[in-house]
């Protein structure tokens, strides 16, 4: 399995940049999508998840709102889009894909990307 992110960059405040993950090596419509993201000497935290067939979302409450996850099942990529950027989002971005989007969350036999970083200036 390859989960391959791009899209990351440098960007001002209130700015927007989408990131896209393209997977391979899996049947990608059965797998719930994912986005996790890690701050210098922070842990990896949760971003969004989506299910397999696109109809239910979640997000980590500091993004609600300004980020909007989607999937497109006849390109095999999942999207994170990222509006309204703060500082605080600077982080390398990851992807991810696992059965249901709680095993999404729980990081339970989760397959991962290598990630692509956000960088967004103040």
């Known amino acids: 399995v390859q989960l391959q992110a791009s899209g990351g960059g440098l960007v001002q405040a209130g700015g927007s940049l989408r990131l896209t993950c393209t997977a391979s090596g899996l049947t990608f419509s059965t797998y719930a999508m994912g986005w996790f993201r890690q701050a210098p000497g922070k842990e990896r935290e949760f971003v969004a998840t989506i299910s397999w067939g696109g109809t239910t979302t979640y997000y980590a409450d500091s993004v609600k709102g300004r980020f909007t996850i989607s999937r497109d099942s006849a390109k095999n990529t999942v999207y994170l889009q990222m509006n309204s950027l703060k500082p605080e989002d600077t982080a390398v971005y990851f992807c991810?894909?696992?059965?249901?989007?709680?095993?999404?969350?729980?990081?339970?036999?989760?397959?991962w990307g290598q990630g692509t970083k956000v960088t967004v200036s103040s």
């Open positions: 991810t894909a696992a059965k249901t989007t709680a095993t999404i969350y729980q990081r339970q036999g989760n397959y």
